[in-house]
């Protein structure tokens, strides 16, 4: 079935350091992709979303292509925050229907 | 507009027993689905509801279920808990007419521990 696979981390980065958090999918037909982020304690936020082939998604300075040619949907963000420390979730459209299958989740920390 | 609310957010049970948690989607939304989250397994998928019919289940035992009511809000079951059910028990809501799934927003969750 539709799966993803992402980098687990954790990531550390710097203030203000560029982020990428890889995400690379396999699936039938052509699902919508997403990224979810999760703050400590909380439920999951939608980031942005994709739902065909080289539509960006972009949210609060992050970025990430539906690039089918090489089945994959990276999380960018130029220069990130301390804001911006949290667990992000790539997923797409379950090809049982009416359902999302995520990754494992990449755990990103900003220090100042 | 109001998010996605669930009931109760922290919950302690001992094993063997049942327990019910609720969820009120967003005004106007009538799909609403229910995911586990574990630090082992993830984020997994239990089941979806649309009109009070569910409309896709995930792989997990007989124990859990859910139902949906007319005015959209929904519960989940657990029946005979197990010690591997303490997870954070995430519920989402989409407009999600027919087809493909559309964009769902979450709550924030319900703490489930079983003891």
């Known amino acids: 079935g539709n799966s993803v696979t992402q980098m687990e981390g954790p990531v550390t980065l710097s203030e203000e350091a560029f982020l990428t958090i890889n995400c690379t999918y396999t699936a039938t037909g052509y699902p919508s992709l997403f990224w979810y982020v999760q703050y400590p304690g909380e439920g999951l936020q939608l980031l942005l979303k994709?739902?065909?082939?080289?539509d960006k998604g972009s949210n609060k300075g992050f970025e990430a292509t539906y690039r089918k040619e090489t089945t994959s949907f990276h999380l960018e963000k130029g220069s990130v925050q301390v804001s911006d420390s949290a667990v992000y979730f790539c997923a797409l459209d379950s090809n049982s229907g009416y359902a999302l299958n995520f990754g494992k989740g990449t755990s990103l920390l900003v220090t100042p | 507009k109001a998010g996605v609310t669930q009931t109760p957010r922290y919950l302690i049970k001992t094993r063997g027993q049942q327990v019910t948690l609720s969820c009120s989607p967003i005004?106007?939304?009538?799909?609403v689905s229910w995911y586990q989250q574990t630090p082992g397994q993830g984020l997994q998928f239990l089941f979806e509801y649309f009109s009070e019919t569910q409309r896709n289940k995930g792989n997990f035992p007989g124990r859990f279920s859910g139902r949906q009511f007319s005015n959209s809000r929904s519960e989940m079951n657990v029946s005979t808990l197990e010690l591997g059910d303490s997870a954070l028990y995430l519920c989402?809501?989409?407009?999600?007419?027919?087809?493909?799934?559309?964009?769902?927003?979450f709550g924030p969750g319900t703490r489930l521990t079983v003891l």
């Open positions: 994709a739902t065909k082939a080289d």
């Open positions: 005004s106007g939304h009538r799909s």
């Open positions: 989402a809501s989409s407009l999600n007419p027919a087809g493909d799934t559309d964009t769902q927003y």
